[in-house]
């Protein structure tokens, strides 16, 4: 079987997903919102399709927290911004009616809070908080910088950096040996001017700037999806994004099985089967065609001793890497700070403190910080309440009078996180080798969710959805006439 390229897949979609044949049977592992997709559309085409859920909710990272706010106040655990370039997100969000509404990340009020002091963008301001800059940059704006850092090597690189088919060329091959920190410095950047276009890179702070592939972060800086292009048009789900993946549930009702983890996959010419966990019983059941969509982080838990993977295939998932992320949410009885939309980036542990809630109604407010990469390591160590103070106990610099404010909180330790691992694929030096082993079926198994995404930096709703249609294109092409 040929494998779909990303130009195919694409065609398939904005073509309705047309003539496609699909199997009989198949069982879909994990609801989260690849999995929901390739029920959806295979069940529409008639094929008897069983979703299997470790947990008791649709939707896996996308994933909204109502409790313990008061008021109806939620936070995004995992997935909050769409953009109109996500052309999946916004192909399924227009098709089950999902509502859309402004961003937070637009018009936030964005200052650095460095050494005890605040100060923006601008390179007077940067200039007062006495930092190791080069001249050259002394005189710039960190804007200018990424310019001169970031975008410029995008420049360079086009037009393959941004072609619609991903592909690693000869001029672009040596960029996935280096990593983000080696590239910045050998164009010159200094070590304080990294630290100042860090959180323009938020995708890259799950990991570490010195081990992340500089190649698949150019990949996301020269494409629409950077956050240093976000634009008015910027979006996230009205009402949370849990919204989106309930909407594909509403519709799946009946197919869907939750709290059915997968332990064990196995598979011989004629079938595949899938071992899950049942009410504290073992249930096996059998199909033509299986598609594990479920991070590698937790698939490593699978047994697929009898699932004749190819060495690469099992090289892939115990090797990929997946991003530490941990967001604290305070729930402050009013706002009792000054700027609208705040949103700092700091040199605290915290490191970013925002208004998570900044369009909210009602007096009270919710405060997340976003703390990543090493130090997300650290906050994870410690007990939930212990977390809660520690958190308070650093904003009162940025934000005095926060624990006077403060109600209740809670927190979200992706590393932790049962069914999940980790907050998404971290594409390390050397990712390129990896990706063509992570998508590929073997046999009557195939691979969707975010990681097995064209992309070498997955990592978002719309690349889930896009490994969901390559699945469905791959199973029209795997099935008998
Ligand atoms: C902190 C954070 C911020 C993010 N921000 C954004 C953003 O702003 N915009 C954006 O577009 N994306 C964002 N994302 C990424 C986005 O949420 C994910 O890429 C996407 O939701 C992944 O979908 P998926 O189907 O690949 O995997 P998942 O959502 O992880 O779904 C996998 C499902 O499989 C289930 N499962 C796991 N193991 C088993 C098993 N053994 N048996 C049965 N079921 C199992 C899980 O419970 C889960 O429901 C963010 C993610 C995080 C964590």
């Given at each position: 079987m040929a494998e779909p390229t990303q130009t195919e897949v694409r065609q398939a979609l904005d073509n309705g997903l047309e003539g496609l044949k699909t199997p009989r049977k198949v069982i879909v592992v994990g609801a989260g919102l690849s999995g929901l997709a390739i029920a959806h559309e295979l069940t529409r085409r008639g094929s008897d399709v069983t979703v299997l859920e470790a947990s008791d909710r649709p939707g896996g990272r996308a994933y909204t927290l109502r409790d313990p706010f008061a008021d109806g106040l939620y936070a995004e655990a995992g997935a909050m911004t769409v953009t109109p370039y996500c052309h999946y997100a916004m192909h399924y969000i227009r098709e089950l009616g999902v509502e859309l509404e402004k961003s937070d990340l637009v018009d936030t009020d964005f200052a650095y809070f460095v050494g005890g002091r605040f100060a923006g963008t601008d390179p007077a301001s940067l200039n007062r908080l006495g930092l190791p800059l080069n001249d050259e940059e002394r005189r710039m704006s960190t804007d200018q910088m990424v310019d001169r850092y970031v975008q410029a090597v995008c420049r360079e690189l086009q037009p393959e950096i941004g072609a619609p088919e991903w592909r690693v060329t000869e001029r672009m091959a040596p960029y996935d040996l280096r990593s983000v920190h080696q590239v910045l410095r050998e164009r010159g950047a200094s070590d304080a001017a990294i630290d100042l276009m860090e959180p323009y890179f938020l995708e890259m702070r799950g990991g570490d700037l010195k081990s992340a592939s500089a190649l698949a972060w150019l990949r996301h800086e020269a494409s629409p999806h950077s956050l240093v292009k976000a634009d008015p048009r910027w979006s996230k789900i009205k009402g949370g994004t849990d919204q989106f993946p309930r909407a594909f549930a509403e519709r799946l009702k009946g197919h869907i099985h939750y709290r059915r983890a997968v332990v064990r996959v196995e598979q011989d010419g004629i079938a595949a089967r899938v071992t899950f966990t049942d009410q504290g019983r073992l249930q096996t059941m059998e199909a033509d065609r299986v598609v594990l969509a479920v991070p590698f982080s937790v698939a490593r838990h699978i047994d697929f001793s009898d699932a004749r993977f190819s060495d690469a295939k099992h090289d892939a998932i115990r090797r990929l890497k997946y991003s530490s992320i941990v967001r604290v949410y305070l729930q402050m009885r009013?706002?009792?700070?000054?700027?609208?939309?705040a949103s700092y980036s700091t040199d605290l542990p915290v490191r970013w403190v925002r208004d998570a809630t900044p369009h909210t109604e009602g007096p009270r407010r919710i405060v997340e910080c976003l703390i990543t990469g090493w130090r997300a390591k650290a906050v994870a160590a410690m007990g939930d309440e212990e977390r809660l103070r520690f958190v308070l106990d650093q904003i009162e610099a940025p934000l005095p009078g926060a624990r006077e404010h403060f109600e209740t909180g809670t927190s979200v330790v992706w590393d932790k996180r049962p069914h999940a691992e980790g907050a998404y694929i971290l594409p390390e030096t050397g990712h390129d080798a990896l990706m063509p082993a992570i998508r590929k079926p073997e046999g009557r198994v195939h691979f969707a969710g975010e990681h097995a995404a064209f992309e070498p930096n997955g990592g978002s709703m719309t690349f889930a959805l896009e490994s969901a249609v390559r699945t469905v294109v791959e199973l029209d092409r795997a099935t008998e006439a």
């Open positions: 009013r706002k009792f700070w000054k700027d609208a939309n």
